[in-house]
């Protein structure tokens, strides 16, 4: 099989999967992601290559229930007594860090850019840094956990194992936000998140569906879908709308992944921005993914593609590291090799390169960059005409494939509107 055949068999074992899961929306082996070591990506690989792969599913299962049993979570929150005493007409599930937060407590959303302004809107942030704001909204509460290894999670564990209501309840991190939730969620309304199919948000959709009948789910897919976007079936918990920002999309979750077209809304993103001037920031550069799965090979790839005489680069680019990774050890250690391979001379490229599994490419061609993907594993990382027709691939290398957008406007609908969050709020 190509690659292509390899992502539709993928999607069809997935979809027949997902739906023989009790809990689909909670289970951890229905989160079936193709770029990073879960169990879903195990049971991804275990499908494709079956007895040759067992031993990295086994390793990946192995780790996660020495996790599970011997890390236990302590949960804390900040300001969460001002949303109990006050009724808001919208909530924001999301997450961010503490780049985010002004001096003076402002809050911004990357995903959605828009701020703490807006006081009919209350934020439930999940908070992934260790560095604390000193001041907040008010129309903010922060969720913080942190990890430890704990003896006394074992026996905890273990004791609630067989009642699965208690054991969600004590152990699910989607009840513990949902628990929050809901001290405050008597009100006609409408709540949103930067929707990933990811367990802890299908488990409080669902719980939100089904004891508040009255507020309206709504997830945004904030980035273009990776190429295998198995983690976006429909299943138990999805939200009730879903808001996308291309014909692409559309095409994909309701062909391929299970969607209604009622479930979907249309419009620009609220992320992604039109630029007058693309070339001097999007052209000539390298993007790393999120995922670095071994330096060398990322390295002996891209020298493979600089010497292949089809097509002339320059090995003069730019390095941009995935905004999620700046602390990460091999993500650092990859750029100052990549300075050493590199050399500044005076031809530029009037492309880019992206490496693994990213939605970057899109958002590329979207702005009418041409785009150069590096990928080990094509099946989980590379576009196919079949589910995304506005885009042809062409094969270079045995790991290099080159991109072209039939119809750039059809992948992503980049906003005129800075504050184009305002129109989602009408959905």
Not at 35 to 42: C, N, Q, T, Y
Not at 412 to 419: A, G, P, V
Request: aromatic share 18%; charged share 25%.
């Amino acid at each position: 099989m190509n690659f292509i055949s390899k992502q539709k068999f993928l999607i069809k074992k997935s979809i027949n999967f997902i739906k023989g899961q009790k809990n689909n929306e909670s289970n951890i082996f229905s989160y079936l992601v193709p770029h990073s070591p879960i169990v879903g990506h195990a049971i991804l690989k275990f499908w494709l290559k079956g007895f040759y792969n067992r031993l990295f599913f086994f390793k990946i299962l192995f780790k996660h229930i020495i996790f599970f049993l011997f890390y236990d979570f302590k949960y804390s929150f900040r300001n969460e007594e001002h949303y109990q005493k006050k009724k808001f007409k919208y909530f924001v599930l999301t997450w961010s860090n503490y780049n985010s937060f002004s001096k003076n407590g402002l809050y911004k959303d990357k995903y959605f850019n828009y701020t703490s302004k807006n006081k009919n809107i209350f934020w439930f942030i999940i908070y992934m840094d260790d560095k604390k704001p000193k001041k907040i909204d008010k129309n903010i509460c922060l969720f913080f956990f942190k990890k430890k290894f704990s003896l006394n999670s074992f026996f905890k564990k273990i004791f609630y194992v067989f009642n699965r209501n208690k054991f969600s309840k004590h152990f699910n991190f989607g009840f513990k936000i949902y628990e929050k939730l809901e001290k405050t969620l008597n009100f006609k309304g409408k709540i949103f998140m930067p929707y990933e199919g990811q367990p802890f948000q299908n488990t409080v959709i669902k719980k939100i569906n089904e004891n508040f009948p009255k507020i309206k789910t709504i997830g945004y897919i904030h980035s273009f879908p990776i190429a295998l976007p198995t983690n976006l079936i429909f299943r138990d918990g999805a939200p009730e709308i879903l808001i996308v920002n291309g014909v692409e999309q559309v095409y994909c979750l309701k062909k391929y992944l299970g969607w209604k077209n009622e479930k979907i809304r249309l419009l620009p993103s609220s992320r992604f921005y039109e630029y007058k001037e693309n070339s001097t920031y999007f052209k000539n550069q390298i993007y790393l993914p999120y995922e670095i799965k071994s330096k060398n090979n990322l390295i002996n790839n891209l020298n493979n593609l600089f010497s292949n005489s089809k097509i002339k680069i320059s090995p003069n680019f730019n390095v941009k590291n995935h905004p999620e990774k700046k602390k990460s050890r091999i993500h650092l250690q990859t750029i100052e090799l990549l300075k050493k391979t590199l050399t500044k001379t005076k031809k530029k490229n009037d492309f880019s390169i992206i490496i693994g599994a990213t939605g970057s490419a899109i958002e590329l061609l979207s702005r009418g960059i041409k785009v150069i993907h590096l990928s080990e594993n094509p099946e989980f990382e590379i576009y196919s005409k079949s589910l995304w027709p506005s885009i042809t691939v062409k094969k270079i290398e045995e790991n290099s494939f080159i991109y072209k957008a039939k119809k750039r406007k059809n992948l992503i609908l980049l906003s005129k509107n800075s504050n184009q969050f305002d129109e989602y709020l009408k959905v």
